[in-house]
């Protein structure tokens, strides 16, 4: 089925939800925290604008280490006697790479988190949660511990 007949399906039982779950899945793709503002998630948004902004500068930084080391190796191959820290140099080199990609790895799943969290938070945005039930791990009269559900009237 479309997405179009399921919303007029939705819309004839009278429930419209208020936020769009593809927008918040858009806003997320286009910047991780984004589509946790639009859910009205506002704790969350900074963590992952602060792990995509970490995320990116180490990129940029391991990246720019990276071809430093590429072109010094590059120099010290050419070099006839090879040069006795070659080596050393080139495990530097891939060192560097190494943790650029996986910097770049983490970053995927930054935005992964933040869109399938985003995605649920807009799906769930209606849910009404009530004063009236309660959750609790308490004493039970034998001696030991039970768990509690109220639904208070």
Do not use: C
């Not at 004839?12 to 286009?30: D, I, N, P, Y």
């Not at 991780?32 to 506002?42: D, F, I, L, M």
């Not at 010290?76 to 820290?85: F, V």
């Amino acid at each position: 089925m479309s997405e179009m007949v399921l919303n007029k399906a939705v819309e004839e039982q009278g429930f419209v939800m208020k936020k769009s779950t593809w927008g918040a899945l858009w806003r997320s793709f286009v910047m991780p925290g984004w589509g946790q503002v639009y859910v009205e998630s506002y704790w969350k948004a900074p963590i992952f604008f602060a792990a995509t902004g970490v995320l990116v500068y180490f990129i940029v930084d391991l990246n720019n280490k990276y071809d430093d080391k590429n072109a010094l190796v590059g120099r010290l191959e050419k070099q006839t006697p090879p040069a006795p820290d070659l080596l050393y140099q080139k495990q530097y080199k891939e060192y560097y790479r190494d943790n650029r990609d996986m910097s770049a790895f983490y970053l995927l799943a930054v935005y992964a988190v933040s869109a399938i969290d985003a995605y649920v938070g807009a799906h769930m945005y209606d849910y009404n949660v009530s004063d009236k039930l309660s959750f609790g791990v308490v004493p039970n009269y034998q001696g030991g511990i039970s768990v509690q559900l109220l639904v208070r009237k």
